[in-house]
Structure formats: C-alpha cells, structure tokens
C-alpha cells in the first residue's frame, strides 16, 4: 500500500547530479526596502530617502516579506534545480518556523547564496543576464528569451524592486499580464510562472516529465467490477 511497485528507478540520477547536468536557472530575491509605491518616499519625491528607520519600527510595520512566500519559493527552486539568492536586509529569520513549514523537508535540495545588499548583489553580477519581474515593466515575461545562466529577480511582496535599479535595466524589466485594478500577483505564484517559462523554453532539461501512480500502474488492465 502506497509502494510504487512499477516504477523503474535505474536510469533515475540524483538530485545533486540532476542539478549537475542541465543548464543553470538562478532566482534571486530582494528584501531591502524599496522606495516605491509610497513605500518610504521622501516628502520631496521619489528621491530615496537618507533618513534611517527605527529597526524596530521596519520589521513590526513595513516587513511584510511573510516568510512563509520565501518558503514557498524556495519549494519551487528545489523542485526545479534553481538556484536560489537571497539579498538581505531580511525582515525575518532564515530559521523562522513559517519559512520552514512551506519549504517542508525540501531544505537540503537548495542550493542558497546570501547577499547583505542588492549593491553586493549587482557588484557581483554585472556582466551576469539579468531579469527583473516587476508590474512596472514594458515587456511581457513570455516574450523574452532566456539564456542558460540567467538570473530571475523579484522584490518584496509589499514594495517591489527600487525603481531606481529598474530604470538602468529598462530593457530587462519584465511584466506577467493582469487586469488594471488588481496591484498583483501573489510573489511566490509569479516566482512560480517565471521560473516555469524559463525551464520551458529550455525543454525541462534533466526534469522528470513523466510520474507514476502509487498503488497501481498506468498499463494496468481496469476492471470496473
């Protein structure tokens, strides 16, 4: 009972050599707090404002990252072999128990990079294909080819990617298509979709595309009586 007793697991690899043999998809998420969208905006415009918050203040009212969507994206990026980059300052704890609930026992597929800032973050890969997913771009994300390597970026929940590192990659900033009131799609559910498209642009590389049922086998002759 709940034995797979048709499956044929000699010619299945490991995850780590999986991850080895098809092309490298990375997802990256940034966590500073952006200055968009009313979020921090000086009285002046939408310069970026010097003035510190109190540290207290920003986690109890403004990081609404929930850990429990990092968890979830994390999931996805197990499941799928990418890459998973988180850029900091976090408003939760990498050990927080809602982050580990939605990634279950998925934690020891990941393969994670910390970053302290988004400045680290693009230092890093400047010569890198990067994309950034965001409701303010002028391109549609099925539009867009996406090279082995490539980078897939987001920002938080509540405020998105600093318009100010958008507008130096306007050519790079991609939008998933939804009707004009709704502000947008849950992060982990766009994370999701983009992550998707790549691999299927791709051709799935050394994904398993075919799965089994548990108690019977597909070839099974049916018998209704």
Same mark, same amino acid.
């Given at each position: ?20 043999? &098809?092309?490298?998809? &990375? ?16 009285? /002046? ?11 207290? /203040? ?153 799965? /089994?049922? &548990? /108690? ?10």
């Amino acid at each position: 009972m709940g034995k797979n007793r048709c499956a044929d697991n000699s010619n299945q690899t490991s995850y780590y050599d999986r991850k080895a043999a &098809h092309c490298a998809l &990375h997802f990256a998420q940034f966590h500073c707090l952006c200055c968009t969208d009313g979020v921090r905006r000086c009285a /002046q415009g939408n310069s970026l404002c010097d003035r510190l918050m109190d540290p207290e /203040q920003l986690k109890d009212d403004l990081c609404k990252d929930i850990a429990q969507n990092t968890g979830n994206i994390a999931r996805t990026c197990a499941c799928t072999g990418a890459r998973l980059h988180l850029v900091g300052p976090m408003g939760f704890s990498i050990d927080d128990k809602k982050l580990k609930r939605a990634g279950l026992d998925y934690w020891h597929y990941l393969d994670i990079t910390y970053y302290e800032n988004t400045q680290e973050f693009l230092e890093k890969h400047s010569d890198d294909s990067l994309f950034f997913f965001t409701t303010k771009g002028r391109k549609v994300y099925s539009e867009q080819s996406y090279p082995d390597n490539c980078y897939l970026i987001f920002g938080r929940e509540d405020a998105g990617i600093d318009e100010h590192i958008l507008l130096r990659h306007p050519d790079s900033c991609l939008r998933l298509p939804m009707i004009g009131p709704v502000r947008s799609l849950n992060l982990s559910n766009t994370v999701a979709i983009a992550v998707y498209e790549t691999l299927r642009q791709w051709g799935f590389p050394a994904l398993q595309n075919e799965g /089994q049922l &548990h /108690q019977f086998c597909w070839d099974d002759p049916i018998s209704f009586d």
